[in-house]
């Protein structure tokens, strides 16, 4: 494909000279595999487009492709047995370690800083969000021949802990002596909410609450956070345990999403000794300036920002900001990277506006090189979700209704599939996060239960159906047929893929459906290349579900096993199927979804 392309560009370059060439890919595979606006070429030459059209499709010639003009676009069309030769050999024969889309290394080096929740909080479905999104711009950068360095600004430091610490040993301490067991002091929780994590949540809680009767309680978790700050023993032991007691949490549920990173220990108490140079830094550089009741603010209104960075309260503990200056600081020096992605919600754009000015401010280094890519938040039918309330949905209460869900439905349709409780968890996680990517970055969602786990419609478990569906197909095939669909275990992005000939006569795929399945896995590079670009998975959503329809309209159209086919014809095909189920696979993977072989 990446050839002809190439002649084509070459073949307009030489016959537009001065005109910007960006062919692109056409609405459907009926139309071609390549279209040229002639708009903006008519305009420089003074032409109409669609006569310009028609002059180049008269003009030009592509070995093995049709060029026709349809109105103002010159569609360049490649006859049905190339296309199959270029798609199939592009995904059947992609170099070693190299699967179908993936580029090689371009020695540029990009951190993705997602997840980061807060410590002592719970994962709800808005973490997912930052979660999901992060990994999958990892994976894809990986996947485009980045260095990806996967960070995690863990909230393990802030004013947070002095609520906490306020609250733990306010009541905690007091109320149950076997609290240093499991926190086991609040009324009855149900059975999976007995988690340490848990207790805490509800001392943050029950601490936000009482404060509002009581405002001398916020003055008590300001106290404590001063004494961590200062060092105090009883304070950092306490931070400690805490820290410890959700980072264990974390990584359980990391694991269960299939997430991972480079590192969790640069959170923002890793930041805490490089909080005096930095404010060092800021000062020598004639940035600080004196705010209210003695906080010191950074002023950015000659760069558009009307609200003045605040970098230390007045009572001289530091702030989030600082911290995230102190970790930007720090990135540049430990990465030296080229860019830098901060996966964070649309509720933060002035945070890091500010942020990344300052950074301008101090070192023109890192002009161009931050980039925020905000999401919309998770909303309630009742508006936005609050920690300190306690109306969250929890992230975990979601993959375990999901699950269910699935479960159910597997009991009802196919009771006698093996490894059903794993096929459950794959097709519930599928659901929660494929929804998630199909929907707009920065828009806000809502979530209900049945939007978020639907099963039917453009939804992963309709990919991963496809995907199964084909596996059977080429398990009923025989021979190896159903093993050159299988991939082992991935390092990274990379699912290894065996190279697999492909077959001699083609002439099975001449069918429209064949070749408008042709055409949707070959839009597979453009669309990962757009995750990278928009910084947001739904391309590649998208363009999955595209296969998985054109491949229920190939499958119903184009019989595969039929004992009347000629053995030319059952080879194409199942080569086809072969194809589709890698690049679904490989997708799905990228987008931390796993594709079960049997549904
Ligand atoms: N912990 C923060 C929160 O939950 C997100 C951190 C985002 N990253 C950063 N570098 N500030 O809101």
Redo the contacts with the bound molecule.
């Keep these: 494909m990446d050839a002809l392309r190439q002649t084509f560009e070459q073949q307009l370059a030489a016959a537009l000279p001065g005109v910007e060439i960006t062919p692109e890919r056409p609405k459907s595979g009926e139309l071609g595999d390549l279209a040229f606006p002639c708009f903006r070429a008519a305009k420089q030459l003074g032409k109409n487009p669609v006569a310009l059209a028609q002059e180049l499709a008269a003009s030009l010639h592509v070995e093995g492709a049709a060029l026709v003009a349809a109105g103002p676009y010159l569609n360049l069309k490649l006859a049905p047995e190339t296309r199959a030769q270029a798609v199939l050999g592009a995904i059947l024969q992609a170099p070693a370690g190299r699967p179908y889309g993936a580029h090689p290394a371009n020695g540029k080096k990009v951190i993705v800083?997602y997840s980061?929740?807060?410590i002592a909080k719970l994962f709800t479905i808005g973490?997912l969000r930052?979660t999901m999104i992060g990994h999958a711009l990892a994976q894809v950068h990986q996947f485009l021949g980045y260095d990806v360095v996967r960070l995690n600004?863990?909230?393990d430091w802030g004013t947070q802990f002095g609520t906490l610490l306020a609250a733990y040993t306010r009541w905690a301490e007091a109320e149950n002596p076997e609290l240093q067991r499991d926190f086991d002091w609040a009324e009855p929780a149900p059975e999976k909410r007995r988690t340490p994590l848990f207790r805490l949540f509800q001392l943050y809680v029950r601490f936000h609450a009482e404060e509002e009767q009581d405002p001398a309680m916020r003055d008590e978790a300001r106290d404590w956070f001063k004494r961590l700050e200062a060092n105090d023993p009883q304070a950092r032991a306490l931070w400690k345990r805490f820290r410890d007691l959700s980072l264990a949490e974390f990584q359980r549920i990391y694991d269960r999403l299939g997430v991972r990173f480079d590192t969790l220990a640069q959170g923002?108490a890793f930041y805490e000794d490089r909080l005096v140079p930095t404010m060092q830094r800021l000062e020598d550089a004639g940035l600080l300036v004196e705010g209210d009741k003695g906080a010191r603010i950074i002023h950015l209104e000659d760069v558009g920002i009307a609200t003045p960075c605040l970098v230390q309260k007045g009572d001289g503990t530091s702030i989030?900001a600082t911290?995230?200056l102190a970790?930007a600081l720090y990135r540049k020096e430990a990465y030296a990277f080229d860019r830098c992605l901060?996966v964070?919600?649309t509720d933060?754009v002035l945070?890091?506006q500010q942020?990344f000015a300052v950074l301008d401010k101090l070192d023109p280094w890192f002009k161009g090189r931050m980039v925020h890519t905000p999401f919309g938040m998770v909303k309630l039918p009742e508006g936005k979700m609050s920690t300190r309330k306690g109306n969250v949905i929890f992230l975990e209460d979601v993959l375990d209704e999901a699950r269910e869900r699935v479960a159910a439905i597997i009991e009802e349709k196919n009771p006698e599939l093996k490894d059903k409780a794993d096929v459950a968890e794959m097709l519930g996680m599928g659901a929660v996060v494929f929804f998630d990517a199909m929907n707009d970055r920065v828009k806000p969602i809502t979530f209900t239960w049945d939007r978020v786990i639907a099963l039917d419609g453009d939804t992963g478990p309709y990919v991963q159906y496809a995907h199964a569906r084909i596996l059977s197909v080429l398990r009923k095939a025989g021979g190896d047929w159903a093993a050159k669909a299988q991939a082992g275990l991935a390092e990274g992005p990379f699912l290894p893929f065996a190279d697999s000939p492909i077959p001699a006569d083609l002439g099975g795929l001449a069918a429209p459906e064949a070749q408008a399945l042709l055409f949707e896995l070959a839009g597979l590079p453009g669309a990962i290349g757009a995750v990278a670009e928009g910084c947001m998975a739904t391309p590649l959503a998208r363009q999955l579900v595209s296969v998985a329809r054109s491949f229920s309209g190939f499958y119903t159209n184009c019989p595969i096993l039929a004992p009347d086919n000629t053995p030319d014809v059952r080879e194409a095909r199942l080569a086809l199927c072969v194809a589709t189920a890698r690049v679904l696979r490989q997708g799905l993977f990228l987008m931390g979804i796993q594709a079960p072989e049997e549904m």
């Design positions: 800083e980061s929740p807060n973490h930052s600004h863990l909230g923002e989030y911290r995230d970790a901060y964070v919600g933060q945070h890091f942020i």
